[in-house]
């Protein structure tokens, strides 16, 4: 597994997840703006009660934090994993099944959603950040290549839901801008 050292790991994934259940979305967020994962909690007040983060919150989210620079509403089929997403920003994955057949209601589909961290190195390899990454036994949440996160991360996301299919798409992403202290990832 190749881990990108110069892009922000937050240190308190398992930390967060104690205090307040912080799962994809706050360790997301937290991973592309830099910080530890309990300092984006409050940029999520509905949280608690909720338990997840939907893109109407992560949009309010990257906004509070001056964050957003740009929001892509698109859908992007499973031939665009790779190619074409963002330089930088977070993107919401919705895995495929029945509940992303015409008719069902969109509810049903959200609730089989994933948030990631995307990322263009400076060699142009796109990585991801997945709260699911392990970088040691005591450390969650990494950055990693596309190819080890589509075939080692991927999968295990996929058997979580039962009638999935194996299939994703991009829901909705956003282009975030880079932390002017560290310019491009490398």
């Known amino acids: 597994m190749m881990l990108y ?4 790991h937050p240190p308190d994934v ?4 104690e205090a307040f259940g912080a799962n994809c979305g706050p360790c997301t967020l937290a991973a592309v703006l830099r910080r530890p994962v309990m300092a984006v909690q409050r940029l999520f007040p509905s949280f608690a009660e909720r338990g997840y983060v939907n893109p109407s919150q992560m949009r309010v989210a990257l906004q509070s934090a001056g964050q ?13 994993r ?7 920003g977070v993107a919401c994955i919705f895995f495929t099944g029945p509940w992303s057949k015409p ?10 959603s994933h948030w990631i961290g995307v ?3 400076r060699d142009e ?6 709260v699911n990454a392990w970088i040691d036994q005591e450390r969650r949440g990494a950055w990693v290549s596309w190819a080890h996160w589509d075939k080692e991360i991927l999968p295990q996301l996929v058997a979580s839901y039962s009638q999935a299919d194996g299939g994703y798409s991009i829901r909705w992403a956003a282009e ?6 560290s310019g491009t990832p490398s």
């Not at 957003?68 to 665009?80: A, F, I, P, Y």
Request: proline fraction near 4%; hydrophobic fraction near 35%.
């Open 82 to 88: 790779e190619r074409g997403l963002l330089d930088y």
């Open 103 to 112: 008719g069902v209601p969109i509810g049903a589909a959200y609730q089989r």
């Open 14 to 17: 398992l930390d967060a997840h």
């Open 176 to 181: 975030v801008m880079l932390p002017h202290e």
């Open 5 to 8: 050292a110069s892009l922000y």
């Open 68 to 80: 957003l620079s740009g929001v892509q509403h698109r859908v992007c089929s499973t031939d665009e």
């Open 125 to 130: 390899h796109r990585c991801y950040y997945d």
């Open 119 to 121: 990322a263009m190195t």
